[in-house]
């Protein structure tokens, strides 16, 4: 009898399953990517708070709020207090300043469609420039492929970075596309330019 209780108590737990990891749920931020928590970080401090504000309005009430700002300081010294809100400030001026040159580089920066000969009456179009303005490349190239019912991809240029390129003479075409599509883009930094393949000069004497 004893060898027979003990083995049911050993087998005991083996009946029960164990319990499964709850998958957690984790926003991430829109505009810079970060767990909202960490958006001080990213440099895009306003424009993410717009984005949590408007797509995650309790979030943002949770961390925004006069209340979620303050309490922590009322833990603290009066000292503590006024070099924490130093602190916060000197964080705030850094993140406006990195936004302010990230907007600056933007509106300098150029987006060039070129049309691009490969072989005769064969042409292909490369479009440049579109990640310093914040899109995606791979998405961007994805949509193009669809509007225009043709191959479309990304690919490393030999100088370094990459660009989409899109199967046919569509310059014009992606142009106003673009255009059309992304406002962050301005249209006078866009630039539609035409690479002819080069000729073999000479034949045989």
Same mark, same amino acid.
């Given at each position: 009898?004893?060898?027979?209780?003990?083995?049911?108590? %050993?087998?005991?737990?083996? %009946?029960?399953?164990?319990?499964?990891?709850?998958?957690?749920?984790?926003?991430?931020?829109?505009?810079?990517?970060?767990?909202?928590?960490?958006?001080?970080?990213?440099?895009?401090?306003?424009?993410?708070?717009?984005?949590?504000?408007?797509?995650?309005? %309790?979030?943002?009430?949770?961390?925004?709020?006069?209340?979620?700002?303050?309490?922590?300081?009322?833990?603290?010294?009066?000292?503590?207090?006024?070099? #924490?809100?130093?602190?916060?400030?000197?964080?705030?001026?850094? #993140?406006? #300043?990195?936004?302010?040159?990230?907007?600056?580089?933007?509106?300098?920066?150029?987006?060039?469609?070129?049309?691009?000969?490969?072989?005769?009456?064969?042409?292909?179009?490369?479009?440049?420039?579109?990640?310093?303005?914040?899109?995606?490349?791979?998405?961007?190239?994805?949509?193009?492929?669809?509007?225009?019912?043709?191959?479309?991809?990304?690919?490393?240029?030999?100088?370094?970075?990459?660009?989409?390129?899109?199967?046919?003479?569509?310059?014009?075409?992606?142009?106003?596309?673009?255009?059309?599509?992304?406002? %962050?883009?301005?249209?006078?930094?866009?630039?539609?330019?035409?690479?002819?393949?080069?000729?073999?000069?000479?034949?045989?004497?």
């Amino acid at each position: 009898m004893a060898e027979a209780s003990n083995a049911t108590a %050993d087998s005991a737990p083996a %009946d029960i399953a164990p319990a499964e990891p709850q998958a957690r749920n984790v926003i991430y931020c829109g505009v810079c990517t970060l767990p909202p928590e960490y958006c001080e970080f990213g440099g895009t401090v306003k424009k993410c708070e717009e984005w949590l504000k408007a797509n995650h309005p %309790d979030m943002h009430t949770h961390i925004h709020s006069e209340e979620a700002l303050t309490t922590p300081l009322t833990t603290l010294s009066l000292s503590a207090q006024k070099r #924490a809100e130093k602190d916060s400030q000197k964080k705030q001026a850094k #993140a406006e #300043a990195a936004e302010a040159r990230l907007h600056e580089k933007k509106k300098s920066a150029k987006v060039l469609i070129k049309r691009v000969e490969r072989s005769k009456r064969k042409y292909v179009t490369a479009i440049s420039g579109l990640e310093a303005h914040g899109l995606d490349l791979k998405k961007v190239a994805k949509e193009l492929g669809k509007r225009f019912a043709t191959g479309s991809s990304v690919t490393k240029v030999p100088s370094g970075g990459e660009e989409i390129v899109v199967q046919g003479d569509l310059s014009d075409e992606v142009y106003e596309w673009i255009t059309g599509t992304y406002e %962050d883009v301005p249209e006078r930094n866009i630039e539609c330019v035409e690479d002819k393949k080069k000729k073999a000069s000479g034949g045989p004497a």
